[in-house]
């Protein structure tokens, strides 16, 4: 069981700080928006070697951008451990995966709330990680979609059918609240923005997310 906090809500103008408090996470995770995939601006190749090169822990990148065949593996050579792409933006998913995994990164694949896991799951093997957006992907602090709960369940089954080592990421209004929810569907990495960063205590925060699902892994 794996908590990767999001820095989306974190104070960008001390990141080395903002890092520093989620030492104790499992990745840190960074949200890419190219304001064309969705409505909303954050940081691109040199913020994300910056935040590399500050972070103790390894860095979990979320591309939610246009043509991400071209731009993710700049990411990886940036320095992420992981880069997940969406399904919906790239052109040619599976040669993507294949070419982050050939340069020693994890490859995720992304999916909107709209989006079905069925046409993927003949080729999860080809992804280390499957990230099922639990809220419309574009903004911290939204609310927790529910309904995706059973998306969670078939990937999870799907995985498990098979043998494969692929986690399930939940990404989007995960908290003290829908962390146990996501647990039990199936999920086995959670990114939780705003629930760590508004904590009183990030650092206590992580680990008690992490004592929530821990009773719950598969």
Same mark, same amino acid.
Request: glycine share 6%; hydrophobic share 45%.
């Given at each position: 069981?794996?908590?990767?906090? *999001?820095?989306l ?6 990141l080395?700080?903002?890092l520093?408090?989620i030492?104790?996470?499992d +990745?840190?995770?960074v949200?890419?928006m190219?304001?064309?995939f969705? #409505?909303n =601006?954050t !940081?691109?190749v #040199? ?7 500050a972070?103790?822990i #390894?860095i979990? $990148?979320h591309?939610?951008?246009?043509d991400p065949?071209r731009?993710?593996?700049?990411y990886a050579e940036?320095?992420?451990?992981s880069?997940?792409?969406h399904? /919906?933006a %790239?052109?040619?998913p599976l ?7 050939a340069?020693g990164?994890?490859?995720? !694949?992304?999916?909107?709330?709209? $989006?079905?896991i069925? #046409?993927?799951l003949?080729i =999860?093997?080809?992804?280390d990680?499957?990230? &099922?957006? $639990?809220?419309?992907?574009g903004?911290?602090?939204? *609310?927790? &979609?529910? *309904?995706m709960?059973p998306?969670?369940?078939? @990937?999870?089954?799907?995985?498990d059918k098979?043998?494969l080592?692929? +986690? &399930? ?8 609240? $829908?962390? /146990?929810?996501?647990a039990e569907?199936?999920?086995?990495t959670f990114?939780a923005g *705003?629930?760590?960063?508004k %904590? /009183?205590?990030a650092?206590? /925060?992580?680990?008690y997310?992490?004592s =929530?699902? @821990?009773?719950?892994?598969?």
């Amino acid at each position: 069981m794996r908590i990767n906090p *999001s820095i989306l809500n974190s104070d960008f103008s001390d990141l080395k700080g903002e890092l520093h408090k989620i030492r104790n996470a499992d +990745w840190a995770h960074v949200d890419v928006m190219d304001n064309h995939f969705v #409505p909303n =601006l954050t !940081l691109g190749v #040199p913020i994300v070697e910056a935040i590399v090169g500050a972070s103790e822990i #390894p860095i979990d $990148t979320h591309l939610m951008i246009e043509d991400p065949d071209r731009w993710a593996p700049e990411y990886a050579e940036a320095g992420a451990k992981s880069v997940t792409f969406h399904a /919906e933006a %790239a052109a040619a998913p599976l040669r993507l995966a294949r070419e982050l995994r050939a340069m020693g990164v994890r490859a995720g !694949l992304g999916l909107k709330p709209a $989006t079905p896991i069925e #046409p993927y799951l003949d080729i =999860l093997d080809e992804f280390d990680m499957i990230l &099922i957006m $639990t809220v419309e992907p574009g903004f911290g602090g939204q *609310s927790f &979609i529910h *309904s995706m709960m059973p998306k969670v369940q078939r @990937t999870r089954e799907a995985i498990d059918k098979h043998g494969l080592d692929v +986690w &399930i990421q939940v990404d989007g209004g995960v908290s003290r609240d $829908t962390i /146990e929810i996501a647990a039990e569907a199936g999920a086995d990495t959670f990114v939780a923005g *705003s629930a760590v960063y508004k %904590a /009183e205590d990030a650092y206590a /925060e992580v680990d008690y997310l992490r004592s =929530l699902v @821990t009773a719950h892994s598969h």
